[in-house]
C-alpha cells in the first residue's frame, strides 16, 4: 500500500549537535524522495532531495541519506540551531507525492 | 513577490455553507495541487492539475471542486461544508523536472474551521 512512516515523531535536540530524523518508505518502486520542513502556521519548504539512483546528497547543513535494501531514508541536520525547530517530513513520489507523518523536531538553547 | 499565494489565510464558516479558496502561483510552473493536512499534521494530495487539465484526482468527496482558469491559478471550492472538512489546505505548484522528479513549492496554507 502507500505508506511513508516516520520513526519518532518527536526529537529534542541540544544547540549546536547533529540532527538526524529517520524515515521508512514502503514502496520499493519509488524513485525520487524529497524531504520538507513545515515551521508552525507555514507551509511545508524543500530542503533537499534525492533520486534512486543516489545512496548520498549534500547541501548546506543538510545530508539525506537512502538505504534502497531496507528502504529508509534519513536527513541529517550539521550543528543544529533554533531556527531548525520545525516539523519535518520526507516524501516519496511515484506518480504523486506520499507523505509521511512527520517528524518534529526542537532545538533546545 | 510571493511564489505561490493563497487566499484567505483563515476560513471561519458554518456548517452547510459553500466556501471558495484561491491559490495563484508567479513561478511559471505547469503543475499544481491542492493538499489537505489533518489535526495530526498528515499531509494528502487531493488534486493536481497540468496545463488547466486535471491529472490527479484522489478519493475526494464531489463537493470539493478544483478549479483552473488558467495554468497560474487553482482554486477549490467547497459545497456543503461538514466538521470534516475543518482543517489546513495548501496549495502547491510544481515545474516538470528532468527525470521526472518534481520539486512542489507550497503556499502558506488557508486555515478552515467548520462550525
Known amino acids: 500500500g502507500e505508506s511513508v512512516g516516520l520513526h519518532l515523531p518527536t526529537l529534542s535536540v541540544q544547540e549546536g549537535d547533529n540532527s538526524i530524523i529517520n524515515c521508512a518508505y514502503s514502496n520499493s518502486a519509488s524513485d525520487y524522495f524529497i524531504w520538507y520542513k513545515q515551521e508552525s502556521g507555514k507551509g511545508p519548504q524543500f530542503i533537499i532531495d534525492?533520486?534512486?539512483?543516489?545512496d548520498k546528497r549534500q547541501g548546506q547543513r543538510v545530508t539525506v541519506l537512502l538505504n534502497k535494501t531496507v528502504k529508509h531514508l534519513s536527513l541529517q541536520i550539521a550543528a543544529t540551531q533554533p531556527g531548525d525547530s520545525a516539523v519535518y517530513f520526507c516524501?516519496?513520489?511515484?506518480?504523486?507525492?506520499?507523505f509521511g507523518q512527520g517528524t518534529e523536531l526542537s532545538v533546545k538553547p | 513577490d510571493t511564489a505561490v499565494s493563497q487566499t484567505p489565510k483563515y476560513l471561519v464558516t458554518q456548517m452547510g455553507n459553500d466556501k471558495s479558496i484561491k491559490c495563484e502561483q508567479n513561478?511559471?510552473?505547469?503543475?499544481m495541487y491542492w493538499y489537505k493536512q489533518d489535526s495530526k499534521k498528515f499531509l494528502k494530495i487531493m488534486f493536481s492539475?497540468?496545463?488547466?487539465?486535471?491529472?490527479i484526482n484522489e478519493t475526494v468527496p464531489n463537493r470539493f471542486s478544483p478549479k483552473s482558469p488558467d495554468k497560474a491559478h487553482l482554486n477549490l471550492h467547497i459545497n456543503s461544508l461538514e466538521l470534516g472538512d475543518s482543517a489546513v489546505y495548501f496549495c502547491?505548484?510544481?515545474?516538470?523536472?528532468?527525470?521526472?522528479?518534481?520539486?512542489?513549492?507550497f503556499g502558506p496554507g488557508t486555515r478552515l474551521l467548520v462550525l
Open positions: 492539475y497540468n496545463n488547466k487539465e486535471l491529472i
Open positions: 516524501a516519496e513520489k511515484r506518480g504523486k507525492l506520499i
Open positions: 534525492i533520486r534512486s539512483n543516489m
Open positions: 513561478l511559471g510552473h505547469d503543475t
Open positions: 502547491a505548484s510544481s515545474p516538470i523536472g528532468r527525470g521526472g522528479e518534481e520539486t512542489q513549492y
